[in-house]
T-cell receptor, first 115, second 118 residues
């Protein structure tokens, strides 16, 4: 079955420290991978995507993610966390199931950046 | 419009009533998705529309749920005889699928419709 796993429900990090939010996936074929962020009472906002090319992709607000095909991972990173980065982060993969494209989302990881 | 618009933003209803949720996608976005997000949980796929093709309804949890979309415009999600377990935020997203277009395959989400069934 095609799936996305975010193994951590919550990640705590001190402001100024680097952060990593983990994501692994299981999908047939070449994956399209995405990260979204959700602030309270808001919809999801796109951060970055990997489709092809360079394994390190850069996105909004200083975030980046590294595609690792051998480990089937797409971890989200930021060199220096800000308190304002505190939010719910979702990893997603676009997969073909039953002939149509679906975006499969992980269960989300709550990031708390402590001042 | 500039973004995906959903209405109502908040709906409180009594168990057994029908509700209709509306999604107005970005103009030109041929793909439209509905997701459900229960409190503290991830996104659950409900239904997918692509242009004039038959929708993928494989995620609808029961026959009380239905959705329509006219061409490439507004979509409505209808829940009949609502139950308490239907309480959730219903998110709509749209995208372009033509790889040659900017933002292709990136879902743009609306702010959601929060449904509370008493």
């Amino acid at each position: 079955a095609q799936s996305v796993a975010q193994p951590e429900d919550q990640v705590n990090v001190a402001e100024g420290n680097p952060l990593t939010v983990k994501c692994t996936y299981s999908v047939s074929g070449n994956p399209y991978l995405f990260w979204y962020v959700q602030y309270p009472n808001r919809g999801l906002q796109f951060l970055l995507k990997y489709i092809t090319g360079d394994n390190l992709v850069k996105g909004s607000y200083g975030f980046e993610a590294e595609f690792n095909k051998s480990q089937t991972s797409f971890h989200l990173k930021k060199p220096s966390a800000l308190v304002s980065d505190s939010a719910l982060y979702f990893c997603a993969v676009r997969a073909i199931t039953s002939g149509t494209y679906k975006y499969i989302f992980g269960t989300g990881t709550r990031l708390k950046v402590l001042a | 419009g500039a973004g995906v618009s959903q209405s109502p933003s908040n709906k409180v209803t009594e168990k057994g009533k029908d509700v209709e949720l509306r999604c107005d996608p970005i103009s030109g976005h041929t793909a439209l998705y509905w997701y459900r997000q229960r409190l503290g949980q991830g996104l659950e796929f409900l239904i997918y529309f692509q242009g004039n093709s038959a929708p993928d309804k494989s995620g609808l949890p029961s026959d009380r749920f239905s959705a329509e979309r006219t061409g490439e415009s507004v979509s409505t999600l209808t829940i009949q005889r609502t139950q308490q377990e239907d309480s959730a935020v219903y998110l709509c997203a749209s995208s372009v699928t033509d790889r040659g277009l900017p933002g292709a395959n990136v879902l743009t989400f609306g702010a959601g419709s929060r449904l509370t069934v008493l």
